[in-house]
């Protein structure tokens, strides 16, 4: 038996990131959990709510641009740390090695196994956020996290997953199937058969 729990957002674990942008001539970090994949094609599109009351947004909308990393396990001490203190107080530039990619406002986090440089396409504005949609313009990855064809290995990136009801960072677990494959077996059997058919 199910218990409703209201309006509770269960669309956790998510991925753990590092949204970096210029704010006042300096690198800013934070962390960002709530990260949507806006499309799959190119060009490619990915989206984050900042609340307004946060220091990043406002480099973000200043210079169209920013950088959105993935920290590794190792990383969680410095990820959690520019999600608690705000640059508003804190100088975050020098928490973390950086590195220069195509964009000269997406601030790259060297530690990160993956960082994306981004292009601001739109702000949509929420009552409490800043809702940010970027268009991907280079992923930098680490040789040792990808596989022989080029692509990344999420289980060698190690990514810190967050969930908000235990307030805690998990793990990836192990595969458990290949995907656009496994559901073919259902197919041949009643409950999948094509109703067409
Ligand atoms: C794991 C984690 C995830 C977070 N996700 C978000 C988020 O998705 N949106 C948001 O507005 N704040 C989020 N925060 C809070 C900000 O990272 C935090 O308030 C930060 O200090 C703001 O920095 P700034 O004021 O320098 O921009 C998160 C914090 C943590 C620790």
Redesign the pocket.
Known sequence: MKRNLGPVNALYPSL?TIVGAIVDGKP????????GIMNHGQPQYLS????KS????RGIVEHGEFSVCLPGEDMVVE??Y???????NTD?SKVFDLFQGELAHAPLIQGCPVCMECRLKQVVDFNT?DVFIGEIVATHAEETVLHQNGKIDISRVRPLL?DMASVK?WSLGAEVAPCWNVGKQLKTTRRGKNLAE
């Open positions: 753990t800013n970090f934070l962390a960002i959990a709530h990260v984050f709510g900042i609340s946060h220091y990043s947004n990820t959690d520019v999600g608690l203190v705000s640059g508003k975050k956020h967050f960072y």
